[in-house]
């Protein structure tokens, strides 16, 4: 497959107003997200986000190296989408982190490009657009597995895992100010 327009791209950008479910991981697959002060900085920006009414968040789990959401992009921040302003914020938050605790780490997240030092988020973030409600229930059922997956056992429940909305769907107990109900938009 010689020609780059056969070529398969993954769909990162996202439309206003739709939902989608969406994945972003660390550069290299890093597990850059085991500790919780770095999931509390993806948590923080999501709240913020949502609190100015640019995003709505229906569904989400942080994983060690990457994070699922189910989101509506409402509309732009500033100059910029909001999903880039989450990647951008979520970044200069974790580059201060590592400079202050790690910062013999901070080098694996180094790139050579004229506009940046360190890229934390790989580039090409998945977005699927969810067109009905067959499709909704099967990445909501995905993200709230994924803890508990051979290679990650992070939880031997699907409500045991702090950073997910499991236990918003299962048990109804919200912990997440920011979360919406997704059966309300089907």
């Keep these: 497959m ?18 989608y479910f969406w994945t972003a991981a660390i550069n290299k697959w890093l597990r850059l997200l085991e500790k919780d002060e770095y999931k509390d900085i993806i948590i923080q920006s999501l709240n913020h986000l949502s609190e100015s009414g640019k995003i709505d968040v229906f569904a989400f789990v942080i994983m060690q190296n990457h994070i699922h959401l189910i989101w509506r992009v409402n509309e732009l921040n500033g100059k910029e989408s909001s999903h880039g302003s989450f990647l951008k914020f979520t970044a200069h938050q974790f580059k201060k982190m590592l400079l202050r605790e790690h910062n013999n780490q901070l080098s694996l997240y180094a790139v050579n490009a004229s506009n940046k030092r360190y890229e934390f988020w790989q580039r090409d973030s998945l977005a699927i657009i969810l067109y009905t409600k067959k499709v909704a229930a099967q990445k909501l059922k995905y993200i709230h597995n994924n803890p508990l997956a051979k290679h990650w056992i992070l939880s031997d429940d699907i409500c045991g895992y702090k950073y997910s909305s499991a236990i918003y769907y299962e048990k109804n107990e919200k912990h997440f100010a920011f979360l919406k109900d997704l059966w309300e938009e089907f």
């Design 2 to 19: 010689n020609n780059p327009s056969l070529k398969y791209r993954r769909k990162s950008t996202v439309e206003k107003g739709e939902i």
